[in-house]
């Protein structure tokens, strides 16, 4: 070997260079600590986004490509940019959305194509999904498949489009629709109508479409999409305008690389195997790194420090790949995506015998993270990483896999893969070693390999219990004889554990019924999980072992099928343990009528920041560039749920690098209190904290990452005590807000419950857990002050800029009129940034007042989870009293739900399910009871459906649970107890304009609920381990803020000479299209286009003390007050264009300028004819109600719990809509949302459910641990519609509000899972009831199939823990 004496010794590049969009870019030392995505944002291309940092969400997807010397040509892969080392990206060239198009220069067509499908909504999602396809297109030789497109974005989330439109836009990019690669293609065959929603051709058709300039309108475009030609040097091109790889860099080769970084950090790349060996002789302990992957999670996330970081990405003795004749030997460095490939390649050239293990491999890397991850992270680093779910590991083990290992001295020894693992994170390597490569034998004939792995969700998520197994058969003496065996699992244990007594117990056995019977109950003893092991779901894992174990014990049986004398037959029914998912790509269809009113209002125009959005040019409030002489705020934060503070030591964090101030409650200059309805918050904690992550102080340090350390070094001692952690822990222990009780009552339950009139009368319990917002962009607030502290301006990522403008004024002590809050756009809300970013900017504003120094505070994804509120859990009681028809005549309700430690807006949020506790059923006794429960949780808050959805889905309960008691569907009990016009609500409101039946009727029809219903029981008789389930569910969502005061509405427009009119209104755009429609409203009313039409932001300064932008009414308040104001100018126009006959209006702005008109109106709006007293207990608290109805057709696999959505038909009733394309939208994104409510999000906190998590504190805090549904999580079919025919009465232009409503329908998917397995059940033979708590994750899926793999571990009626 080599050796390295000296860096000097070894060729190395003069400067560190890297080329960005094309531009070069010297690299300066001193900069190892940064990630590519820190740099990129710091040199001002903030297209790219920071939404998590843990590599869990896509949102900073880039472009690197480097010269690939042995291919000889260029490789493209989208990576994380937040994960990446700025140094790994030397000598490459990075492109960023900014690099792809822009507004100035032209879109590109993907960033075209994604604007004009509506598949961006927030937009912080959308430069993610523009690399991700960018980066596949420039990498692909041939134009992809639909699979692969939807594969590459497997690794970016979005939370408001649902995902349907952004498959729709990049679909045209798949070489399956020749049309669009066509050369100027029309995409119009005579007469096709092209679908505004998507773009394409489609159903919706111009049947549909009203006028003929309708259609003519959704016709235009679509013949942008030129010709594609391919590069072999850069891969593919798609248009003329394609950023080339740098010259440059073809002739420059990766050389080695010295570098430092902040504390003392000591970067390297070498570029030789001696090199990394010399370098690990002289730092023993440094970490090695390829994709970093794991290394920058323990480095930011675990806050652990590596002083020496040695990058062996580019050593090509690490990056091997040989094919020998006895089976693969690939380096420790090789990428996952590289390592399928050649496992894709090698399974096409030999004989399928041999690659058994290898295509278990490519089934295990399909589910393995997202692409981005895949194609940084190394086969070496997943090994020796040796987390316990390793996806790999147990495959490498069970494959009989060796590990070549290599010390500093050049010495090279080989172990078997299934000694590697010694402990929790431990291999067998010592101080100097280095994995070297891997050796994977071929298969032997009869010997096979499985892999299993059973996640929260599907795509890209880490395991919960994964296996790999391998069983080599030989006959003899006319048996099928196991001559050898592997059985290994991860997620059991604190490493991959091989099930060793089971492997001898199955060695010399015939592979028949009875061997399978002994392995199992061998099995059990074999994995043993301990009641209290980290993670939880102990039942749930212990039956996965075995049920694993039996699909692997089926699929051999299959794939030995017809073998002569193999004797084990699987019945027919048994084959759907075998079947593996497969998912086609997703058809959509969105099916409404277009009503235009004037030339705008009507039309499915796109988000007016779109084009902004796919480029990367919208800015949001952490883009906007920082003030001179700007600090950065980190909070310091309780670790205790319930503790007396005894003392706060902030000397350490007051000398810690960069440090500019520390501030805590004594600082504060105005008052500490603070609260949206009820001031009952501390700003800064004093005395008592009561959750983990409320704020005690706050830190500002010269750059976001000194802020944090220096917050984590405060010293607080703590005196700890009781803790509320749980609705039931509250009820027991009466611990309610004060003054929060609340009852209404329709009809006199008591009485009925006595009359003897109910045939049958039944009690339960419905649990129901919360909801993470997970909008992309975090919360985010910059503060700066002026004239000495005068006056105070922010900027602020929030729903409701007024109550940043209240909260900073009162802590300050500041009047109001001398604070402005501005937003511009926020990347989502969903309720989350209505009250509970406000204390955000108090938080800020202190250390910007008193230091007079700009301040902003922007939340890590975890702080942000931890810190800020989620949607409520809720626990209701229910009786309910009934005939044997299943007519509904009672219900008692008591419900409860967890607000947290301050009241904020839980009072409201009860008030509103309880007014949707009858969901749409005409119940005439009706008792509702409600308390607000404290616990010692941040503080809960709003989330989109305010309590609605909670509401209504205790009355989904028991409904169902009537169907099952007196035998007949759902859908039909649903039917006899539906309300209908001029039914009065337990609330006193009167029903009115009621479409519920007709929509409802058309639902039936649209989805063929009858012959659904048929095939799927057709199906359950066929198939034992996979069941489907359809339901049906309607909605009925009250529209107007239930505080009547809130109920109102500013605006000011503004009309310039050049005929441009400027509209500022109180609603905040996040992604709804809330200015969109205002502006297509100001756009009908003055007869202008709508490019003409420009709103620029909502400030506090230009529309004062606005509701917050919530309850889904802000288009119908919000449009009222701007037409109430551009009739107001109207109004004093026309007698102008009147008397000058002028027609064009630029003209008539001028002219009318020039008479002295005041072109400048304000706007106000009051929702009428509301208004509920709740000493009463009788109003009317809605203008009117919005319904809709969903069916959903599922499909769960009973063994392991995973699930699909087959089909999902949505339909409602939106008036005659505003902007249909929007409305699509919101239904569309709001049903995804509400699928990850009722299948997929479990919050999991430290209380007694969970009692391996320290108490209080949230463990699912990133997307690493909390899963929102991801584009494999879209219904195969998923149809949208709107009701034709049903203008509004009560609302702007016969509109209706959509927001919220379409929310709750998502809980046809829960109903129909509980339909499945009720199918599921009936096999195993339990036909009675049974819970099913909220969500239905796989783990409450296969606990609820009891069958005889959970019976030695859970009893039939067993309830998985929900922290509640
Ligand atoms: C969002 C996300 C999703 C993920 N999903 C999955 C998943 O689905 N399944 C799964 O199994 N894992 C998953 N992981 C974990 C991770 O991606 C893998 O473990 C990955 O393979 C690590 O490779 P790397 O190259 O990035 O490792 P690095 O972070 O670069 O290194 C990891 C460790 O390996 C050591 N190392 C690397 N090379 C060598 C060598 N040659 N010799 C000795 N030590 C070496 C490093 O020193 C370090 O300790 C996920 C991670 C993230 C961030
Ligand atoms: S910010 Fe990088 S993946 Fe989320
Ligand atoms: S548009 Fe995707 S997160 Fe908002």
New binding site residues.
Partial sequence: MGSLKNEEEVEQSNEAILYVNGVRRVLPDGLAHLTLLEYLRDVGLTGTKLGCG???CGACTVMVSYFNENLKRCRHHAV?AC?TPLYTVEGMHVITVEGVGSGRHGLHPVQESLARSHGSQCGFCTPGFVMSLYALLRSSRTPPTEEQIEESLA?NLCRCTGYRPIVDAFRVFSKTDDLLYTEGSQVTKVGEFICPGTGKPCSCGPKDASTEETSKQSCEGNNYYKAVSYSEISGSAYTNKELIFPPELLLRKLSYLSMRGFGGLKWYRPSRLSHVLDLRSRYPDA????????????MRLKRIHYPVLIS?THVPE?NLVNVTENGLEIG??V??SEFLEILQKVTKERASHETSACRAFIEQIK????KQ?RN??????????A?P?????PLWMAAGATFRIIDCKGNIRTTLAEKFFLSYRKVD?TTG????SVFLPWTRPFELVKEFKQ?HRRD????IVNSAMRVFLEEKDQQWIVSDASIVYGGVAALSLSASRTKDFLIGKSWNRECLLGALKVLEQDIVIKEDAPGGMVEFRKSLTSSFFFKFFMWISYQMEGQKSFMERMPSSYLSAVQSFHRPSVIGSQNFEIRKHGNSVGSPEIHLSARLQVTGEAEYTDDAPMPPNSLHAAMVLSEKPHARILSIDDSEAKSSPGVEGIFFAKDIPGDKMIGPVIADEELFATDIVTCVGQAIGVVVADTHQNARNAAGKVRVKYEDLPAILSIADAVKNKSFHPNTERTLTKGDVELCFQSGECDRVIEGQVQIGGQEHFYLEPNSSLVWTIDGGNEVHMISSTQAPQKHQKYVSHVLGLPMSKVVCKTKRIGGGFGGKETRSGFLAAVAAVPSYLLKRPVKLTLDRDIDMMTTGQRHSFLGNYKVGFTNDGKVLALDLEIFNNAGNSLDLSLAILERAMFHSDNVYEIPNVRVKGRVCFTNFPSNTAFRGFGGPQGMLITENWIQRIAMEVQRSPEVIREINFISEGSVLHFGQKIEHCTLERLWNELKTSSAYSSARENVEQFNLQNRWKKRGIAMVPTKFGISFTTKFMNQAGALVQIYTDGTVLVTHGGVEMGQGLHTKVAQIAASCFNIPLSSVFISETSTDKVPNASPTAASASSDMYGAAVLDACEQLKARMQPIALKHNICSFPELANVCHMERIDLSAHGFYITPDIGFDWKIGNGKPFSYFTYGAAFAEVEIDTLTGDFHTRTADVCLDLGFSINPALDVGQIEGAFIQGLGWVALEELKWGDAAHKWVSPGRLFTSG??SYKIPSINDLPFNFKVSLLKDAPNVKAIHSSKAVGEPPFFLASAVFFAIKDAIIAARADAGHTGWFPLDNPATPERIRMACADEFTNPFAASDFRPKLSV
Avoid: H, Y
């Avoid at 970490?287 to 323990?298: A, M, Q, S």
């Avoid at 589910?367 to 997202?370: D, L, M, P, R, S």
């Avoid at 940084?376 to 990483?385: D, Q």
């Avoid at 890209?460 to 395991?463: L, S």
């Fill in positions: 843990e590599g869990g994380n994960l690794g970490k090695l790194v390829v994709g970093n992957t794991e290394v920058g999670i323990e062996v690490l420790s460095s990428r996952l589910w393995f993270a997202g991850i940084v992270a190394s086969v070496g680093g997943n090994i020796c990483t987390s779910i390793s996806d790999l590991n390597l070693e280095i994995l070297l996640a890209d998520d880490i395991a997307p690493g």
